[in-house]
DNA sequence: TATACGGCCTTGTATATACAAGTTGGTCAC
DNA sequence: GTGACCAACTTGTATATACAAGGCCGTATA
């Protein structure tokens, strides 16, 4: 209730950049409910990269992240819309299947739970672009992909999935600058570089960090496997 | 304190996978702690992937993740390490600067705060190997960081930061499988694909996913930038 | 004018308590 | 034997309360 009530704020501009949110004891009294569970819908937006807090002073809307940012969790149909190309996609897998240990372990679950696992392509004017296989946690799943689940008729696959947040990294070939090309020993503008964006979240520390690999150097171990 | 106890059991093997931690009524009484207190350490640890609970059946360890994997935060220098290679970094540069926008907003800070900015390049025998850039939350910086910036003699830089837990989405080149290859109508090994791993959280969903772009039709918006 | 102090606000942390929701396993009646 | 039911556990959620820690600002004092 909270949350939506200022996600509602700063979607339509109420609250702008770095506007002081309610506190703590004014929103508990405003919705009737103890400091502590307003405090909690604070934290969570706070997580979600929503609002920023500092201890004596407030919690304030945080800057907004703008289109391509490397920290949103990019919507792929909303890009392909937004450059005035038809998007659709092809499901090629809908399943329920039980979580190996690492699809689990990342949906905070235990190890063989039952998860949704679905195969979609999406595709950008009839082009394919990206493959994407999912796992979701069915406590957690919208109510059309569980729909879809139960009924196994997959007419109505979204790609938006709500407010989307979350942490991800990504990769780009870029071309180098000639500081990077130095401190690397590579040729500028010759190699393909692997670039990471990572937050780490930990009681000890925090930190935000950028990541390049020259692609020839450097190859993850692990592959195409979750 | 409860965090480091479990910590340790794991680590040393008193509690293998799937061993059923003590109930949060158990820790409480053992660590003489409020039940909501040894009940965050527990969500905390379930945070970073080490314990999975489900209600009414209790709280168990984990599967642990194997190396190379694309959850854990990969430490580079225990890789070096660990293929015999000699490790060595540069440290090119140590600043303490105001966040710009998208820092602040990845570690949850306002606008503007004072954040340590770190430039390090990370060597496998003597061969520069992975470039650097770190934005770091002073208040929770580890200690021979804050040495670092404060006497500005960054003679001791260690890449390892505690046990490191996130979440980390990578890239990797790969081979084309048929099937991957036919559904993005590429030819079998040709094209360089993008991954990514990618874990939503959310209140409302949570999902673990893995997207894969054709190189070169997909491209991020974003230029080499936070 | 400049500084120090204190009051008042904020967030951060911990506690005790209560009840809801879900799983497990035993007991009892049939 | 089998099914229904219940008690005893677990985690999930919410409340009220207390105090610590840090920022802000006005006031008193030198």
Redesign the interface.
Known sequence: MI?RYIRAQIDNYLWP??FQVPSENQLAQKFAVSRMTARRALS?L????LL???QG?GT?V??P?T?????E?RNIADEISAEGHSYSN?I?QLAQISAS???????????G?AVYYSVV?HL?NA???????????PA???KYLEQNFSTQTPNAYLSR??????????????SV?ID?AQ???IEPGSA?L??????????????????????N????????E?
């Open positions: 949350k950049t770095n969570e706070t997580d979600e990269g920023a807090r500092t002073r304030f945080a800057e992240v289109a391509g940012s490397l920290l969790v092809r090629l240990a690492k699809v689990s372990r990342a949906l905070g679950l235990i190890d739970a392509v950008d082009l394919p672009i990206q493959w994407e296989e999912r796992y979701t946690n957690l799943a919208p999935v709500a407010p989307l947040t979350g942490v991800e990294t990504t990769v780009e070939a870029i600058g990077l401190a690397l020993e393909c692997q670039i990471w964006r990572r937050t780490i979240s930990h009681s000890d520390t925090a930190s935000f960090a950028r990541l390049v690999h020259p692609g150097r450097y190859r993850l171990g692990a592959q195409l979750f």
